[in-house]
């Protein structure tokens, strides 16, 4: 048909023709390109907006408001271009797709990490969502050849009937199997230190290592160890001052339970000019908390004990100069127990920087104790504000400072038998070649007689000085490091990941499945792996969203 068409056309027309169909195709070719590209952007925006959504913990149905608002801005900004917003799919099925796509991404780029990783960690602890299911939070902390720290969720384990330790082991052994995870990498697991994680025949610590010797796998090298938070926690029970908080939580619950109560000393307070505008609501009693309300409760003594009178209320304590320093040292004694707690919070901390504070703080426990039987207050600051403090108080202070110098003691005494491993890692330059142990005596020689690695020890300091050693010179101290840097100190990152689990499935958004929720947590809680949308858009057969 079209050489009958052509065949009468010949020289210079023949050749116009032929210029004339070639445009055609390509004009052709362009405007469908133009649509792939339209249909591919459409999409990426979509991806993008998900995810934006999932990190912020909102609701998959926020993509219909969403969508509205860029229908109005297109209406005011760019009418002409209705047909590219209305191909943005967000619908509440198009997000929650979406948002399981970034999650899987991002699970596939994590175990695809894994492989390279030289040594890894894991962190457990359990806690129960809105709907009543125990959620179990996996997290891995993996250092790779370049001893670059990776900590991600790895896995969400529900939990629908029990939760013992065998339960929990089950579903830990599969999410580190299933992420093909060699098992003589696994340096060691942090717990809060439950029964059922930490019993020696029935706990996940004892079935792990029951799994690791039946591998007969020679490397393996397993350390269990228990949330440096949560014990420092448990030493505070020693202070022994229950009486003093007890008054302090009923007074201030009975100020904020009833809204009308709290209405009243708020206005109250700001007609006297009074530092603080309100006080903090106790009903716990956790370290930060704890110490907030201890600060303000002191400072707002007066005021309280004034206005609870006008409530018919009596708080005999508050006219007792005994209770009065009594709150001033459990104040200030929170005081340094929660900047310690705020030393050991924060993620990719290592393992030594958390023991070294803990040292530290025994040493100053020490002193404090010295310091209180001679009189000395100098770093008791809400103590010392005091008019008066009887000797015999101060006698009694120094012997519960030494109570929590005792406490620190026997929590971290497991702790305290890896410290020459510790100090191998903080001081390799200091440490004696005698104590350690032989196959590493001579790697030890030869760094602490390089006075190049010497110099740079001292520029940059620990832990990033190992990564400028020589893997192939110093294998062993490498490898040594390497397992040292991959211990998770605490179970802070699951704590972090169970707050972020409560506003994510919250009683508005309880039907939230499982799957849902374990993907928009990955996404939440990532923070060195961002998903490849760019391949996922690829992936996908672009066509324009039939849904508006």
């Known amino acids: 048909m079209h050489r009958e068409k052509y065949d009468a056309f010949t020289g210079k027309i023949r050749e116009g023709k032929v210029q004339q169909r070639k445009a055609a195709f390509a004009k052709q070719r362009n405007f469908f390109s133009g649509i792939n590209k339209f249909s591919e952007d459409s999409v990426r925006a979509s991806f993008v907006i998900s995810e934006m959504i999932a990190k912020s913990s909102r609701p998959f149905t926020e993509g219909f408001f969403v969508k509205e608002c860029l229908m109005k801005a297109n209406e005011i900004l760019c009418p002409d271009r209705k047909k590219v917003f209305e191909g943005i799919s967000l619908s509440a099925n198009t997000v929650a797709c979406r948002i399981t796509d970034l999650a899987d991404n991002v699970q596939k780029q994590l175990i695809q990490m894994g492989k390279g990783f030289e040594a890894f960690s894991i962190v457990l602890d359990e806690s129960t969502d809105v709907s009543d299911t125990a959620q179990c939070a996996v997290f891995i902390r993996g250092v790779d050849c370049n001893l670059n720290i990776t900590e991600e969720l790895l896995d969400l384990i529900p939990l629908k009937g029990t939760t013992t330790g065998r339960d929990i082991f089950q579903g830990l052994e599969e999410c580190i199997e299933k992420a093909a995870l060699p098992w003589n990498k696994l340096v060691s697991l942090a717990t809060d230190g439950a029964p059922s994680m930490c019993s020696e025949n029935v706990g996940v610590v004892g079935l792990l290592k029951t799994k690791l010797n039946s591998l007969n796998t020679p490397g393996i090298s397993f350390t269990n160890i228990h949330c440096i938070l949560h014990q420092e926690a448990l030493c505070s029970k020693s202070l022994q001052m229950k009486e003093v908080m007890d008054v302090v939580v009923k007074t201030v619950n009975f100020i904020r339970a009833r809204g009308l109560n709290h209405r009243q000393f708020t206005s109250f307070l700001a007609s ?120 015999k108080s101060l006698k009694e202070y120094a012997e519960i400072i030494s109570n929590l110098h005792k406490q620190f003691d026997v929590r971290f005494k497991d702790l305290k038998a890896f410290e020459p491993h510790f100090q191998l890692f903080s001081t390799p330059f200091a440490v004696e070649i005698d104590n350690v142990a032989e196959e590493m005596q001579m790697e030890l020689v030869e760094l602490q007689c390089d006075t190049i690695l010497k110099q740079k020890y001292t520029d940059v300091g620990i832990p990033e000085f190992y990564r400028f050693l020589s893997q192939e010179r110093f294998p062993m101290l490498f490898f040594a490091s390497a397992r040292i840097m991959a211990m998770f100190g605490s179970t802070y990152i699951c704590e972090q990941f169970f707050s972020s689990m409560k506003i994510n499935k919250s009683g508005l958004r309880s039907r939230l499945t499982d799957e849902h929720l374990q993907a928009t947590l990955k996404l939440v809680s990532s923070q060195d792996i961002k998903p490849n949308i760019d391949v996922l858009v690829d992936a996908k057969h672009c066509q324009l969203s039939g849904q508006k």
Not at 284 to 309: C, M, P, T, Y
């Open 272 to 391: 006297m000019d009074s530092e603080y505008g309100e006080l903090l609501y106790h009903t716990q009693v956790r370290w930060l908390s704890r110490g907030n309300v201890l600060q303000h409760f002191f400072a707002l003594r007066e005021e309280i004990d004034s206005f609870v009178k006008t409530k018919n209320k009596e708080v005999p304590q508050l006219a007792d100069s005994t209770f009065i320093c009594n709150l001033a040292f459990l104040t200030d004694v929170t005081d340094h127990l929660n900047a310690l707690n705020l030393k050991l919070q924060g993620r990719k901390q290592v393992i030594t920087q958390m023991y070294d504070s803990i040292k530290s703080f025994k040493v100053k426990l020490t002193l404090w104790g010295k310091q209180l039987t001679a009189g000395n207050l100098v770093h008791f600051s809400t103590l010392n504000s005091l008019r008066k403090v009887e000797p």
